[in-house]
């Protein structure tokens, strides 16, 4: 299939993903049964969007919703699941949030970029190199080792656009490191449209670690992989070696890839 512009859909009657057809929709969503894929029948506008976030209120607290809580042992544990290395070269990272990942690579000796358009972390204080607003300020010769992209392609308007546009900042060898909910998840499926994830407005576009992987591809990635070493989400272990289980199995709540081998599409 082609590159879809989701923004533009008034209505669907295929999934852009796997262009399955058996698509149940309620109000304004629709799900995929063929690859478990949800997305918006009509996408809110800019303006809406823009109002949503403000009706959910202070934008500080939001963004550390949005990184799942993500605490040092988290993002030490993820960055070591994805096999990053403080050594391996600059980082930019995308959507930084409250800056807790940027604070951990930095102590461990990494060169971090950061984009976080939103809030009013000092990066540069927790160990940044520079801090933008969009993938757009940053020079033009600038590119990175890692692109660290934490739960933020699920707030995207058109993911492929996205990850091209990250893709071209690789360096030769260069990798995206990608989180996102799993729309394929067990309790994703358990739960259908009162799932969560699907409850928050801001979510465009909820993936199953298939659907994910095609988007990937059309954005011009030639190297998917899918991390199943497990990453220690929870406190005590009782409950990591429970949620380790289903992180093996891949039918946990959250989607870990790398992406590699970036040609322009």
Not at 10 to 34: A, F, H, K, T, Y
Not at 173 to 191: H, V, W, Y
Request: some cysteine; glycine content about 10%; hydrophobic content about 40%.
């Amino acid at each position: 299939m082609g590159c879809i512009s989701l923004r533009r859909m008034s209505m669907i009657n295929e999934c852009p993903w796997c262009g399955g057809n058996d698509l149940v929709v309620n109000q304004n969503r629709w799900r995929c049964n063929n690859c478990h894929s949800i997305g918006y029948v009509e996408m809110p506008s800019p303006e809406r969007l823009s109002n949503i976030y403000a009706e959910y209120g202070d934008s500080d607290r939001n963004a550390s919703l949005a990184m799942g809580g993500t605490t040092p042992n988290i993002a030490r544990s993820l960055l070591n699941a994805a096999g990053w290395r403080a050594g391996d070269g600059p980082v930019l990272e995308i959507g930084a949030g409250m800056g807790v990942m940027t604070k951990t690579m930095a102590e461990m000796g990494a060169e971090v970029t950061v984009i976080e358009p939103y809030c009013s972390t000092d990066f540069l204080a927790m160990g940044a190199r520079h801090h933008y607003r969009d993938v757009s300020e940053i020079p033009l010769e600038q590119s990175y080792s890692w692109i660290i992209v934490i739960e933020v392609i699920e707030h995207v308007f058109d993911p492929v656009a996205f990850l091209s546009q990250l893709g071209s900042r690789l360096l030769p060898g260069g990798k995206i490191l990608l989180t996102t909910p799993n729309a394929a998840g067990s309790r994703a499926k358990r739960e259908g449209f009162t799932w969560s994830q699907i409850m928050n407005l801001t979510h465009l576009n909820l993936f199953s670690p298939h659907s994910l992987a095609v988007a990937a591809r059309q954005a011009g990635f030639e190297s998917v992989h899918r991390i199943r070493k497990p990453v220690a989400y929870k406190t005590g272990w009782v409950s990591n070696s429970a949620l380790a289980l289903t992180q093996v199995l891949g039918i946990d709540g959250g989607i870990r890839l790398i992406l590699s081998d970036w040609r322009s599409p």
